[in-house]
Every structure is written in C-alpha cells, then in structure tokens.
C-alpha cells in the first residue's frame, strides 16, 4: 500500500491543453515536495507547499495543497512538449522520525 | 557546477559481484540520502547520513547493502553478491536540515546479468 497515491498514473495529451495530476494520503504530511523527473535523470524540485490550503504558482504550473494537508494538486496550463516527464509528490509524515515517502508518480506525455 | 554528482552513471555487472557507487552532495548539505527507483516506481527511500552518522538504515533491502559517509562529505553504497533483482536507478539526494527539500543526483543505473 502506497502512502501517497498518485493518479492518473499515465496521461497522454496533446500541447495547449490543460490537466490536473493528483496525490492523495489518509495520512497528513508536514510538506509535499513536487518533483519532475526526465528519463535517466534524477528527480528535479519543482515546489515545496507546507500551508493547508496553500496555492503556489510556477509559471503554467500551479500547486495546491489541501486544506487538512492531506492531498495535493498540480494543474498545467496550456501544456507543452517540455512539460513530459515523470512527476512525483513526496513528503515526510507528520510526527516520529523523517523518512522521505514518495508516490509512484505521474507518467506525462505531452504531444506536439 | 556545484550539484549532486554520483559515479559511475551506468554499471554493468555479472550476477555475484560486488558494486560500489559514490556520490558528491552539494558542499554545504549536511544530510545524504539513497534511494532505489525501479521502472513505474517513484524512489525507495534506503537510508540517510546527517554529517558522517548514519541515522536510518532499517530501510536497506538486505545485509548485501551497507553504506558509508567516512567524513560527512561523499557517499558510497555498496552491494555485495549482486543479484539480478538488484537491477534498478540508484539515487542520491542532499539536503540542509529541512530535509523535505532534497537535491538529487543523476542516479546510477545497475544492470545485473
């Protein structure tokens, strides 16, 4: 059992539209980290939310963290070809020691 | 440039042997993590150094895994008795105290015949 669900596990789109990738626990996080990782690289940090109902932006990309700090969302704008990769959520769990749990990811194609 | 490097990049390597990997945190990170990715997986978290102490190490997959931090700066992880299911991207990552914000390397990829 996955302590951080990701969904879709796939999505294939073409480029100029919009999509939302989710990520969902039953347990609260102190942080969710979202990541996007290229094939044979490492993952690369994109944000970081710590605040329940917190909203960030990068550019076309946009970060929400839920309200009980449980679940969280990235919503693309006008997706490019740029935008494929592997996009992952991680985070600590709120209380005892750190360790560092990561959902399975989002695989994202973006066509031109 | 002042990232996360590891080495080798790529290792190939017959069932039985053994196989070191290193990784170069960034300079000012005090916390090193290793992680093992398979295909479809997001990273596995192994274990993690603060300075040269090894703090979790519950998460290696076998007594076959050890990892080292000799002077709080570079990592090895080794793998004794490969086996094939050892085959996957092994990730290094580097962080300040605020360890939800890790750095990863480019990983190195065991292939295990």
């Known amino acids: 059992t996955q302590l951080l669900e990701q969904s879709p596990q796939f999505l294939s789109i073409q480029e100029g539209e919009n999509l939302t990738v989710y990520c969902n626990s039953s347990?609260?996080?102190?942080?969710l980290q979202w990541y996007r990782q290229e094939p044979g690289e490492g993952p690369v940090l994109l944000v970081t939310?710590?605040?329940?109902?917190e909203v960030k932006k990068l550019k076309r990309l946009t970060f929400q963290f839920g309200d009980a700090r449980k679940d969280s969302s990235l919503h693309i704008t006008a997706a490019q070809p740029g935008d494929t990769g592997l996009y992952l959520c991680?985070?600590?769990?709120?209380?005892?020691?750190?360790?560092?749990?990561f959902g399975r990811g989002t695989s994202l194609i973006v066509h031109p | 440039d002042t990232g996360v490097s590891q080495n080798p990049r790529h290792k190939i390597t017959k069932r039985g042997q053994n196989v070191t990997f290193r990784c170069d945190p960034i300079s000012e990170h005090n916390r090193l993590y290793w992680y093992r990715q398979t295909l479809g997986q997001g990273p596995e978290f192994l274990t993690y150094?603060?300075?040269?102490?090894?703090?979790?190490k519950s998460r290696l997959l076998s007594d076959r895994f050890s990892a080292e931090r000799p002077k709080g700066s570079f990592s090895t992880l080794e793998i004794q008795r490969t086996e094939q299911g050892d085959s996957a991207m092994y990730l290094c990552?580097?962080?300040?105290?605020?360890?939800?914000?890790?750095?990863f390397g480019p990983g190195t990829r065991l292939t295990v015949l």
């Open positions: 347990s609260v996080f102190s942080s």
């Open positions: 150094f603060q300075n040269e102490a090894q703090l979790e």
């Open positions: 991680a985070g600590p769990p709120r209380g005892g020691s750190y360790i560092p749990t």
């Open positions: 939310v710590v605040t329940g109902g």
């Open positions: 990552a580097s962080s300040f105290p605020d360890a939800a914000k890790q750095f």
